[in-house]
């Protein structure tokens, strides 16, 4: 399901008001957005294909679920529901990081976000809903990079922008995961 409003914040993730969707991206607001990364445990990345009736980056290869919270809820809580509702996939995530980014598309809408990352390892099967998802795969990691560094116009900007730094945490992340 389509989150019809979005959160406006400042550079700080200070809330400052909601706005329609569709009208944040054309006039290119910053607003609160969230990214999921599942990895299983052969340390390989789950990356979906954006379905191709999204608005934009339509049948781009991406990370495992991504969009944005609703008014009043916790992002953590929004990434389990989307990692939920769009892979149909439940496990333990785990915040890494928050970063902006902003990219302009051709179609003349603008992803202005303060992106909050989390990391999770399953080895679940995902259940993709074909109305967000084409298609799923697992990549090991350097066969992801030399994908990107070949083709990188079939990722979305997103994925791209913040890739190395959920590498790094990863990393951290999966040895305390194995030690609790």
């Given at each position: 399901m389509m989150e019809e409003q979005v959160?406006?914040?400042?550079k700080n993730d200070n809330y400052i008001g909601k706005v329609g969707k569709l009208e944040a991206h054309q006039k290119g607001l910053l607003h609160r957005a969230l990214s999921v990364f599942i990895f299983n445990y052969k340390g390989e990345m789950l990356l979906?294909?954006?379905?191709?009736?999204?608005?934009?980056t339509a049948g781009l290869w991406s990370n495992t679920a991504c969009s944005h919270p609703r008014l009043n809820e916790l992002v953590k809580f929004a990434a389990e529901r989307r990692l939920r509702e769009e892979m149909g996939i439940k496990c333990d995530i785990f915040y890494?990081?928050?970063?902006?980014?902003?990219?302009s598309f051709n179609n003349?809408?603008?992803?202005?976000e303060l992106d909050h990352v989390f990391i999770g390892f399953s080895d679940k099967t995902p259940k993709p809903n074909p109305s967000e998802v084409i298609e799923y795969r697992y990549i090991a990691v350097n066969d992801l990079l030399n994908e990107i560094k070949l083709r990188p116009h079939l990722f979305t900007p997103w994925f791209k922008i913040c890739l190395s730094r959920v590498l790094k945490t990863k990393s951290n992340?999966?040895?305390k995961v194995l030690i609790a």
């Open positions: 959160i406006l914040v400042d979906q294909k954006r379905a191709l009736n999204k608005y934009h890494a990081f928050n970063f902006i980014y902003n990219a003349g809408l603008v992803e202005n992340l999966h040895n």
